[in-house]
């Protein structure tokens, strides 16, 4: 197993990595809308999740990955009314490529953030 880490997006918050490399498996850790600097982006869940996104894309750039190379993704929401809000933001970044998907609403996320994501990527 290798760890990735990267300056471009937050920290850990907690006694885990931005991401693990098994064999030629990239798993990311959830990923949520705080700077790399580690400030939270705390507008409307578009905003948030534009910046998961940004996390998501630079931790995916460290372990040799990319979005084309995303095979599955795991969306967790507060609020399954922002369900079409996630979705037009997703869409943007992938595209044509479809990757395997779940979405779920809990009842709370670390800092009370809109969206968590989280990926399973082929490295190159």
């Known amino acids: 197993m290798k760890v990735v880490a990267t300056n471009q997006a937050p920290a ?59 095979a599955k993704a795991t969306v967790f929401i507060a609020d399954m009314n922002e369900f079409a809000a996630v979705n037009e933001v997703y869409s943007q970044y992938f595209g044509e490529h479809k990757p395997a998907r779940s979405c779920v609403e809990v009842a709370r996320l670390p800092k009370d953030v809109k969206v968590e994501i989280e990926v399973i990527a082929l490295v190159k």
Do not use: C, M, R, W
């Open 12 to 70: 850990a918050i907690g006694p885990y990595s931005q991401g693990i490399i098994v064999n030629n498996l990239f798993y990311s850790s959830g990923q949520i809308p705080l700077t790399p600097a580690g400030e939270l982006i705390d507008g409307d869940v578009t905003e948030q999740t534009h910046q998961v996104f940004k996390n998501l894309q630079a931790v995916l750039a460290e372990a040799g990955a990319s979005l084309d190379t995303v």
